[in-house]
């Protein structure tokens, strides 16, 4: 079964978000800089990649 392209970009969306979050909350351990990061989603994920 083919995802329509709007599932795909959901599921990357919703991916990126939980992403950021759980790699702020391991950086930060605070939950108002993990809102703000998921927030944030594919951004805060690529400059964390690029800047460790």
């Known amino acids: 079964m083919e995802k ?7 599921y990357g969306i919703t991916f990126g978000t939980a ?3 759980v790699i702020s ?3 930060n351990q605070s939950v108002l800089w993990a809102i ?3 927030f944030l989603s594919w951004i805060y994920v690529l400059w ?5």
Do not use: C, D, N, P
């Not at 329509?4 to 959901?10: L, N, P, R």
């Open 4 to 10: 329509s392209g709007k599932e795909i970009v959901k």
């Open 19 to 21: 992403l950021s979050i």
């Open 25 to 27: 909350w391991s950086v």
């Open 36 to 38: 703000f990061h998921g």
């Open 48 to 52: 964390h990649v690029f800047t460790r």
